[in-house]
C-alpha cells in the first residue's frame, strides 16, 4: 500500500511517500517555517530536490503544498492524490490509553488531546498536522501511531513513581517512555536475527540527539530510561537525563529561575553540551577530545558511563541478556562509542568483534564470534513501522 507517513511539529512537518511492503521511499520532504513563511523542499531518489518558498500560514497550506507537489506533472511522483491509499501520523504522547496505533477516529483525537498536558509540545502539533490531513484529504483513512505505545507493556514496578500514589492515581503520573517505534522495529529486527527464539532478552539502545534505552523481553518491553516526558535516563545531546530534583530547588533559589527556565536549561543547555561546553554534537566532541579538551572528554565518558549502567540495570532487570542493538545517529555511526560502551563487559558475555564493529550505517552483527551476547548494528526505520502499521490498520 501507498502510505503518506506524516511527523507534523509546531513549525514544521516532515513527509514521506512511501511503500508499506517493502519500504520503497517514493518521495520525502519537509516543509519549514509554517506560521511564519514557509518553504517546502521535496526529494525523489535520483532527482535534483525542489525548494520553493510557498507561504504556510497554518499545516492546512503545508499539506496542501505537499499534496501538490507529489502530482506535479513535472516535479511529482503521483498522477492523483487518490494513489495515497492512507496517511500515518507520528504521534508523541498516547499516554496510558494506547498500546498500539489506531484509526484516527473522533475518540481517538478525544484521547489524544486528553494526553496534551503529557505532551505539550507536541502533541498540538501533531494534532494540527492530523487536523490539516482531515480537511484536504477527507476521504483518506488517517492512522495514529504513537511513540509511547511499545512500551505500555511495562510492569507496575517499572513505570510507577515513588511518590504519592494518589499522583499515579488521579494525575496519570508514572513512567510512559518515547522512541517506542524505534525500539520496536530494531527489537523485531534483532528478534529475527537471533533466529525468533521462544524466549528472548534483548537491550535496545537508541542513541541519538535525544536518546533512550529500553528493556524487551519475548518482544514486550519491561523497562525503558525515559519517563513521564523524555527528559528521563542517561545525559543526551543537551538534555540531562535523572537529576537529584534537589538540584531544581537550588539552582531555583540561588539565580531566581522560574520553572520555565530550569526546564529549558535542562532541556536546552545540558547533556553533552553543558558539561563540554562544546556542542550537543557527538562528532564534535569526538574531535574536539582528540584535540585535548579535558570537558568534551568528560562529557563522552559520562555518557559511557551512564549507558553501561543502563546495560547493567536491565540485563539484571531481564535476569540476563541475548542481545544488545545499536541504533540511532550516534548507535549506528559511532565506532568508537560502541566500542566504548562493550568494552570491559566481558563478565557479562559481551565480546565485540573489533573488525566487524567497524561498520556505519548498515544493519551488522558485531559481537566475537565467541560472544554469548549477541551484539548488532540495526539502522531505525521509523517511517517503514508507521507505513506498515496504517497498512494493517486501512487493510
Ligand atoms: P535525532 O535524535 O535528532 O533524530 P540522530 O539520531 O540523527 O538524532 O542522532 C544525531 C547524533 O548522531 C548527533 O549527536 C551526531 O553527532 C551523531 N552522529 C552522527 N554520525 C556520527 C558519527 N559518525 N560519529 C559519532 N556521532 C555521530
Same mark, same amino acid.
Given at each position: 500500500?501507498?502510505? $503518506?507517513?506524516?511527523?507534523?511539529?509546531s513549525?514544521?512537518? &516532515? =513527509?514521506?511517500?512511501?511503500?508499506?511492503?517493502?519500504?520503497?521511499?517514493?518521495?520525502k520532504?519537509?516543509?519549514?517555517?509554517?506560521?511564519?513563511? !514557509?518553504?517546502l523542499?521535496?526529494?525523489?531518489?535520483?532527482r535534483?530536490?525542489?525548494?520553493?518558498?510557498?507561504?504556510?500560514?497554518? @499545516?492546512?497550506?503545508a499539506?496542501?503544498?505537499?499534496?501538490?507537489?507529489?502530482?506535479?506533472?513535472?516535479? !511529482?511522483?503521483?498522477?492523483?492524490?487518490?494513489?495515497?491509499a492512507?496517511?500515518g501520523?507520528?504521534? *508523541? @504522547?498516547?499516554?496510558?490509553?494506547?498500546?498500539?496505533?489506531?484509526?484516527?477516529?473522533?475518540?481517538?483525537?478525544?484521547?489524544?488531546?486528553?494526553?496534551?498536558? $503529557?505532551?505539550?509540545?507536541?502533541?498540538?502539533?501533531?494534532?494540527?498536522?492530523?487536523?490539516?490531513?482531515?480537511?484536504?484529504?477527507?476521504?483518506?483513512?488517517?492512522?495514529?501511531?504513537?511513540?509511547?505505545?511499545?512500551?505500555?507493556?511495562?510492569?507496575?514496578?517499572? =513505570?510507577? =513513581?515513588?511518590?504519592?500514589?494518589?499522583?499515579?492515581?488521579?494525575?496519570?503520573?508514572?513512567?510512559?517512555?518515547?522512541?517506542?517505534?524505534? @525500539?520496536?522495529?530494531?527489537? /523485531?529486527?534483532?528478534?529475527?536475527?537471533?533466529?525468533?527464539?521462544?524466549?528472548?532478552?534483548?537491550?535496545?539502545?537508541?542513541?541519538?540527539?535525544?536518546?533512550?534505552?529500553?528493556?524487551?523481553?519475548?518482544? #514486550?518491553?519491561?523497562?525503558?530510561?525515559? !519517563?513521564?516526558?523524555?527528559?528521563?535516563?542517561?545525559?543526551?545531546?543537551?538534555?540531562?537525563?535523572?537529576?537529584? /530534583?534537589?538540584? *531544581?530547588?537550588?539552582?531555583?533559589?540561588?539565580?531566581?529561575?522560574?520553572?520555565?527556565?530550569?526546564?529549558?536549561?535542562?532541556?536546552?543547555?545540558?547533556?553533552? *553540551?553543558g558539561?563540554?561546553?562544546?556542542?550537543? +554534537?557527538?562528532?564534535?566532541? +569526538?574531535?574536539?577530545? /582528540?584535540?585535548?579538551?579535558?570537558?568534551?572528554?568528560?562529557?563522552?565518558? #559520562?555518557?559511557?558511563?551512564?549507558?553501561?549502567?543502563?546495560?547493567?540495570?536491565y540485563?539484571? /532487570?531481564?535476569?540476563?541478556?541475548?542481545?544488545?542493538?545499536?541504533?540511532?545517529?550516534?548507535?549506528?555511526?559511532?565506532?568508537?562509542?560502541?566500542?566504548?560502551?562493550?568494552?570491559?563487559?566481558?563478565?557479562?558475555?559481551?565480546?565485540? +568483534?573489533?573488525?566487524?564493529?567497524?561498520?556505519?550505517?548498515?544493519?551488522?552483527?558485531?559481537?566475537?564470534?565467541?560472544?554469548?551476547? &549477541?551484539?548488532?548494528?540495526?539502522?531505525?526505520?521509523?517511517? *517503514?513501522?508507521?507505513?506498515?502499521?496504517?497498512?494493517?490498520?486501512? #487493510?
Amino acid at each position: 500500500m501507498k502510505i $503518506l507517513v506524516i511527523n507534523a511539529g509546531s513549525s514544521s512537518l &516532515k =513527509y514521506q511517500f512511501m511503500e508499506s511492503d517493502g519500504g520503497e521511499v517514493f518521495a520525502k520532504g519537509l516543509c519549514e517555517r509554517i506560521g511564519i513563511d !514557509g518553504r517546502l523542499t521535496h526529494k525523489v531518489p535520483g532527482r535534483e530536490d525542489v525548494v520553493r518558498e510557498i507561504p504556510m500560514p497554518t @499545516h492546512n497550506e503545508a499539506i496542501q503544498s505537499v499534496l501538490d507537489i507529489m502530482v506535479d506533472p513535472e516535479k !511529482g511522483v503521483i498522477a492523483s492524490t487518490d494513489e495515497i491509499a492512507a496517511v500515518g501520523h507520528r504521534v *508523541l @504522547h498516547g499516554g496510558a490509553a494506547f498500546t498500539e496505533s489506531c484509526i484516527i477516529d473522533d475518540a481517538c483525537i478525544a484521547a489524544i488531546e486528553k494526553c496534551i498536558p $503529557l505532551g505539550p509540545l507536541h502533541n498540538p502539533a501533531n494534532l494540527m498536522g492530523i487536523r490539516a490531513c482531515q480537511k484536504i484529504m477527507p476521504n483518506t483513512p488517517q492512522v495514529a501511531v504513537f511513540d509511547t505505545a511499545f512500551h505500555m507493556t511495562m510492569p507496575p514496578k517499572a =513505570y510507577i =513513581y515513588a511518590i504519592p500514589y494518589e499522583y499515579y492515581e488521579k494525575d496519570d503520573v508514572r513512567r510512559y517512555g518515547f522512541h517506542g517505534t524505534t @525500539h520496536r522495529y530494531v527489537s /523485531a529486527r534483532a528478534i529475527d536475527m537471533l533466529g525468533n527464539p521462544e524466549h528472548s532478552r534483548v537491550i535496545s539502545c537508541h542513541l541519538g540527539n535525544g536518546s533512550s534505552l529500553a528493556a524487551i523481553v519475548d518482544g #514486550k518491553v519491561v523497562d525503558t530510561s525515559m !519517563g513521564l516526558g523524555p527528559l528521563a535516563g542517561f545525559p543526551m545531546g543537551t538534555r540531562c537525563g535523572d537529576i537529584d /530534583a534537589t538540584i *531544581l530547588e537550588y539552582l531555583m533559589g540561588r539565580y531566581g529561575y522560574d520553572i520555565k527556565e530550569m526546564l529549558n536549561i535542562l532541556n536546552k543547555k545540558s547533556g553533552v *553540551l553543558g558539561i563540554s561546553g562544546v556542542s550537543s +554534537d557527538f562528532r564534535d566532541l +569526538d574531535n574536539a577530545a /582528540a584535540e585535548g579538551n579535558e570537558r568534551a572528554q568528560l562529557a563522552l565518558d #559520562k555518557f559511557i558511563y551512564e549507558v553501561r549502567k543502563y546495560i547493567g540495570a536491565y540485563a539484571t /532487570a531481564m535476569g540476563g541478556v541475548d542481545a544488545i542493538l545499536f541504533t540511532a545517529g550516534i548507535g549506528e555511526n559511532s565506532i568508537d562509542l560502541r566500542e566504548k560502551i562493550c568494552t570491559g563487559l566481558e563478565y557479562m558475555g559481551i565480546k565485540m +568483534d573489533h573488525d566487524k564493529n567497524n561498520v556505519r550505517g548498515k544493519e551488522a552483527l558485531v559481537s566475537a564470534d565467541d560472544s554469548k551476547v &549477541k551484539i548488532y548494528v540495526i539502522p531505525t526505520n521509523e517511517e *517503514l513501522m508507521i507505513a506498515m502499521d496504517t497498512a494493517a490498520l486501512c #487493510k
